[in-house]
């Protein structure tokens, strides 16, 4: 794991300074995700400079720096990753006598010889790994991009200027980019508004006005001679979700299956020559990834766990008694509210635009406390999405089930009278019934919500609304709309899915690389730790979707193959029980202890003299959350990420 950048200019653009003090610089505002060396490789007569600070897991030795050039000259690549199947790749070069003299041992040496070999997108399909690279070809004179299957490693770009003065950023984290003195690039609203709405910026946006992010799956290439930028996908996952399937295994045939692809995937991704271990919640993902790291390890492996002190939000106490089971060297850190607090004024710096979901802060102290004791932790991420965990899922069916027996156009009428009526109104009406749990939706709000579930007219209109923290974000940026969106209006293709697999199709390629797997990959690099995640191997990724949805989800119970080959190493009794996840109270924080932050960043004046959001709206959602009438703590909390980032980075 590491970090990289760079840039390309046209010859004959003047630099403001020049190019090895560039990115120098850019490589130092990313420093944090390669402690270990840095390096950089200018070519001032063509135009390319490529920079790379390192975290040393494989090949520990000089052998494996970057910038590296291939054996023939005519590659010089900076990769973050690490491709687990390089000694197999390695191998099969040496045997059919395509070998070079091998400096080391690295993966980065095996992939530049598989570019000389194989081209660059065939060797990019023969790997299994996760990578953000750039390669430029001295010969051909382009740079050359691609981005892992599954979107771990994040990889941002974007032209700065125009004609003749124009310069191509590329790197790992926007910071990088900003630092370039050639940076002029402005918030993008309509991405802001995207930002509300979902709680993080999503698909190939950014933050910033003509920046853009490499989407998973794809490679691009960008060329000095024809300026330009083609991109394309080498893995299509919504493709292979919606592809015919072929014959269906049995029960039996499927968990064996599936155990022994795991079992290969754990066994490449404990590939390291530093310190490793795992996060483990207890939950099936991550207990399934620690059970199958103990049975491959010949001594205890290092797990890590956070726990809280209110019993409804504690996983720990299930984590240790997984832990226990298995063998494995435990090690947990019990956090209370002012520990998760603490953590908020370095969220604009950990994740460099403006994110909010609000698990960030849990998942920055467990990231934390591994460090202190490995430099790779294996995660359980991507459970959820390929083997159909979230409750959404079902509940979305469940509804669209019933909404089917009614009259589309009377399903509408009656979600509308509900809308019609004030929430305040609702809450007097339901609450002497049913008593709002503290921290939670009042009656009202949550039944103003369902109403607008039940008004839709497919599952992709009715995911789009659960995956929405706020309903009509665009109103609250001035000059806001809601910008081109792969999910809104270029939909993957559908084939056979039914609900469940639909909702899954559309978060494994949205909300998992674009919340989930951002906000790993930024807690895990701010402190120098390499994440990485087993579900995510492409071959795992592929089967799951060749199974039939009832070995996914059977008799209302979700993940049910991955729980029978956990089964296998773990005692029912200690891992069946309700999901839980990383719950943070942001509700009752903003009406407690983040209040007078929160009312400083969220001030009338100060929103109307930024001139982004409209502070009436803003204004209203936040009487209304003190009144108590509303909880609109998550939609207050994303306003609340964007404006500490504003603060930071505004100039």
Request: glycine share 10%.
């Amino acid at each position: 794991m590491c970090g990289i950048t760079g840039f390309l200019w046209p010859p004959g653009r003047p630099q403001v300074q020049d190019a090895p003090t560039c990115v120098q610089a850019m490589m130092s505002a990313i420093a944090h995700r390669g402690p270990d060396s840095q390096g950089h490789w200018v070519d001032e007569e063509v135009g390319v400079a490529l920079g790379h600070l390192r975290l040393a897991i494989v090949d520990l030795s000089p052998a494996g720096h970057q910038p590296m050039v291939s054996s023939t000259g005519r590659y010089q690549l900076v990769y973050n990753g690490e491709i687990y199947n390089h000694r197999a790749l390695r191998t099969e070069l040496e045997d059919t006598g395509k070998a070079p003299e091998w400096r080391g041992t690295s993966d980065t040496e095996v992939m530049l010889r598989g570019f000389e070999v194989w081209g660059f997108e065939e060797t990019i399909r023969r790997t299994q790994g996760m990578f953000a690279i750039a390669l430029w070809d001295r010969e051909e004179r382009k740079l050359l991009l691609a981005r892992d299957r599954l979107g771990e490693k994040p990889l941002y770009y974007g032209w700065q200027g125009t004609g003749k003065d124009a310069l191509f950023l590329f790197g790992s984290e926007l910071k990088a980019l900003r630092t370039h003195p050639a940076f002029r690039a402005e918030v993008r609203r309509d991405a802001l508004v995207a930002m509300l709405r979902h709680g993080h910026v999503p698909e190939d946006l950014t933050i910033y006005e003509g920046l853009m992010k490499l989407r998973p799956g794809e490679m691009a290439e960008v060329s000095l001679t024809a300026p330009g930028f083609a991109r394309k996908f080498y893995w299509n996952g919504g493709a292979i979700a919606a592809a015919p399937r072929g014959p269906v295994p049995t029960d039996a045939e499927a968990i064996n299956q599936l155990e022994a692809l795991l079992l290969d995937a754990v066994g490449n991704e404990m590939m390291s020559d530093v310190p490793l271990g795992a996060f483990l919640s207890g939950g099936i993902d991550s207990s399934t990834i620690v059970a199958l790291m103990q049975h491959l390890s010949n001594k205890p492996v290092h797990t890590f766990s956070i726990g809280f002190h209110e019993a409804r939000y504690n996983e720990a106490v299930f984590a240790a008694d997984v832990a226990k089971h298995l063998g494995t060297h435990h090690t947990e850190l019990y956090v209370g509210d002012t520990d998760l607090r603490d953590v908020i004024p370095r969220l604009p710096t950990i994740y460099d635009e403006p994110f909010a979901d609000s698990s960030q802060i849990p998942t920055f102290l467990i990231a934390e406390l591994a460090r202190q004791h490995v430099t790779v932790a294996l995660s359980g991420d991507g459970g959820d999405e390929l083997f159909g965990g979230y409750d959404r899922y079902q509940q979305g069916a469940a509804l669209l089930g019933k909404l089917a027996l009614m009259p589309s156009q009377l399903r509408r009428l009656g979600a509308g009278a509900v809308r019609a009526l004030p929430a305040t109104l609702l809450n007097q009406l339901i609450e002497p019934i049913r008593a709002t749990p503290q921290g939670k939706e009042p009656n009202g709000q949550r039944l103003h919500r369902l109403a607008n579930y039940a008004a839709s007219h497919n599952v992709d209109e009715l995911h789009r609304k659960m995956v929405s923290v706020w309903r009509f974000p665009e109103a609250a940026v001035i000059g806001g709309s809601n910008p081109p969106s792969i999910l809104a209006d270029h939909l993957p293709p559908r084939g056979d899915l039914g609900v469940i697999e639909r909702m899954m199709q559309l978060d494994m390629l949205a909300y998992m690389p674009d919340d989930i797997l951002t906000k790993v990959d930024r807690a895990t690099m701010a402190v120098a730790l390499e994440s990485r995640a087993p579900l995510l191997d492409h071959r795992v990724a592929e089967f799951a979707w060749g199974l039939p949805l009832h070995m996914k989800v059977r008799g209302g119970q979700s993940k049910w193959l991955l729980r029978q080959v956990l089964h296998r190493y773990v005692p029912r009794e200690l891992i069946e029980r309700p999901k839980m996840g990383f719950e943070v109270p942001i509700g009752l924080w903003l009406r407690g202890g983040l209040k007078d932050w929160a009312a400083a960043l969220l001030a009338p004046e100060r929103l109307a003299r930024e001139g982004y959001l409209d502070p009436v709206l803003v204004g209203q959602l936040w009487s209304q959350h003190q009144a108590g009438t509303h909880n609109w703590g998550h939609q207050l909390w994303n306003v609340l990420m964007f404006q500490s980032w504003l603060e930071m980075y505004a100039d």
